[in-house]
């Protein structure tokens, strides 16, 4: 029984006791009884009737409804039009998942050596990377009933409702004439590690109850649990014991050749220019689900109808990629002009450093001075997603384009400001892990836990740190005085059009590829 019921049958029995006990509210005399009001006494006694009556029917209407199936949907066979090809990428997924659909369609698929197919699976993955769309292609290779429900429909309202909903599920997938799927979203939210709500584990301990009653060679046709979650940590290890959920599939965020597939996908019905390069766009937004894909179009395509476009242009499609990761242009920050200039050469010097560089990896995107949510300007370059290793190099390269700014800033103006916080937080964290994690430094080949060192290691690794960075401040700086030239026509430029993208960069700079030597 939820809280807020039982505080309301607490006070209407209460108040029931209080109206047909009058010598309980007045203890003085007999005559101050007398001059009660019996009018207000039958009131009272109307009111905690009507809460008693409410609560009753509540608790009615929610055990009715416990035991019937308008609280998920079921699709027959045929219902489910997605299968496999619907789903762009997740190739290992789909791999793994293919063995169940064998398993629905022929049951002696694996008992013919004496194997176990798994009672239940957990997709897990980011939000958005298509973990429902796989469990209902599932269904759909299959062709049998899907049964999908959220976790949320567990939790407690009455003691004891959100194990009946368990049981009335399973009880509806067992009735079934064929092989069925039961999906369950969320299933964190009914299967997290368990708390001391006695409630709680009453539902927890009937989906497992249900679960090992699956697992029997008794019943009559194959019946598969898919949880899917975003939360995999917090999964109660009894759910994920051999023979309950005891398979778990990662549904992985697409890949480059994926996330061209996909934007293949949801164009289908937009109006495109035939500027549009699905392969420059798919470089762009790596670390993109598929849900973030069909935002990141949408946004494109409103960004060309608010300008009466005909078609939606590749200029749309970097707009929405900066109003996506960078953030929204804010127009109510007002810069003054020398500000604005210290932001363009600020900007210029993060841009120069990592064309420069031959040891920066990453491919250059674009540069702003255009105030956003974020930040007065922001440099970006594509996520290197196929890169898993960092040597010495280049992360001395990354500290010295996240130093550029500030080294800009003095070189051109003489000065220094307090926009390079940021820069100087990343290009410090570089250096940390350099000596406490990579063994990139003069302190030794080893890991440092700073929760087990010394005193005087902490001094050693702090100077180590400050080494680090004034040597790439100065190597930086040096960089920054030999293309003195480069740097003032690209923060010209910038001050001009406030936005550069790769192209323009490289034709103003005369560089011809996309990585130049330093001078």
Same mark, same amino acid.
């Given at each position: ?326 953030? %929204?242009? $804010? ?5 003054? @002009? *020398? #500000?604005?200039? !210290? ?7 993060? +841009? ?100 087990? %060192?010394? $005193? ?5 690794? @702090? *100077? #180590?740190?400050? !080494? ?7 190597? +930086? ?43």
């Amino acid at each position: 029984m939820g809280l807020f019921m039982k505080k309301n049958l607490f006070l209407s029995v209460l108040i029931l006791f209080y109206a047909s006990n009058p010598a309980t509210i007045h203890t003085k005399s007999n005559n101050d009884l007398d001059s009660m009001d019996k009018g207000l006494l039958i009131t009272y006694m109307v009111v905690a009737a009507a809460f008693m009556g409410l609560g009753v029917y509540s608790m009615y209407q929610e055990r009715k409804n416990a035991q019937s199936n308008t609280l998920w949907s079921t699709f027959q066979p045929g219902q489910i039009s997605e299968n496999f090809n619907s789903v762009a990428g997740a190739h290992e997924a789909k791999q793994a998942l293919d063995e169940i659909v064998q398993f629905l369609k022929n049951p002696e698929y694996a008992s013919r050596l004496g194997a176990k197919m798994p009672t239940g699976i957990i997709l897990t993955g980011n939000p958005g990377t298509g973990k429902t769309l796989l469990a209902r292609a599932v269904a759909g290779e299959a062709n049998c009933t899907f049964i999908s429900v959220s976790g949320s429909i567990f939790e407690e309202v009455y003691t004891g409702l959100g194990a009946a909903r368990v049981r009335a599920l399973f009880t509806q997938a067992e009735q079934l004439a064929g092989p069925c799927i039961i999906f369950i979203d969320e299933i964190d939210a009914v299967g997290s590690k368990r708390s001391h709500s006695h409630s709680l584990h009453q539902t927890l301990n009937q989906l497992l109850t249900c679960m090992d009653g699956f697992s029997s060679k008794t019943r009559k046709h194959p019946i598969i649990i898919i949880g899917a979650t975003n939360h995999e940590s917090i999964l109660d290890s009894a759910l994920l014991r051999p023979g309950r959920f005891d398979r778990t599939i990662n549904v992985a965020l697409p890949g480059l050749s994926d996330r061209i597939e996909l934007l293949k996908i949801h164009l289908k019905n937009i109006i495109c220019a035939d500027d549009l390069n699905l392969e420059v766009i798919a470089k762009q937004t790596a670390r993109f689900s598929g849900a973030d894909l069909a935002q990141l179009i949408n946004q494109a395509t409103l960004i060309a109808t608010k300008n009466h476009q005909d078609a939606v242009t590749m200029k749309n499609f970097e707009d929405a990629i900066n109003i996506i990761t960078l953030g %929204i242009p $804010d127009s109510s920050i007002k810069m003054s @002009d *020398q #500000e604005k200039r !210290i932001t363009a050469y600020h900007e210029a010097g993060h +841009t120069l450093l990592h064309i420069l560089q031959p040891e920066t990896t990453a491919e250059f995107y674009s540069v702003t001075i255009v105030p956003r949510t974020k930040a007065l300007g922001l440099t970006a370059w594509f996520f290197e997603e196929n890169k898993h290793t960092l040597n010495k190099k280049e992360a001395l390269a990354k500290i010295s384009v996240l130093l550029a700014g500030r080294a800009a800033e003095e070189f051109m103006f003489g000065e220094i400001g307090a926009g390079a916080h940021s820069d100087f937080e990343q290009a410090s964290s570089i250096a940390f892990h350099m000596i406490c994690s990579y063994g990139m430094s003069k302190l030794g080949k080893r890991i440092y836990d700073v929760n087990y %060192i010394s $005193d005087v290691t902490r001094q050693l690794i @702090d *100077q #180590e740190i400050n !080494i680090i960075l004034e040597e790439q401040y100065q190597k +930086t700086m040096d960089i920054l005085k030999t293309n003195q030239e480069k740097l003032t026509l690209l923060a010209e430029r910038l001050l001009e059009k406030e936005t550069l993208y790769a192209a323009e960069v490289y034709e103003i700079l005369e560089i011809s590829e996309l990585k130049a030597q330093v001078a």
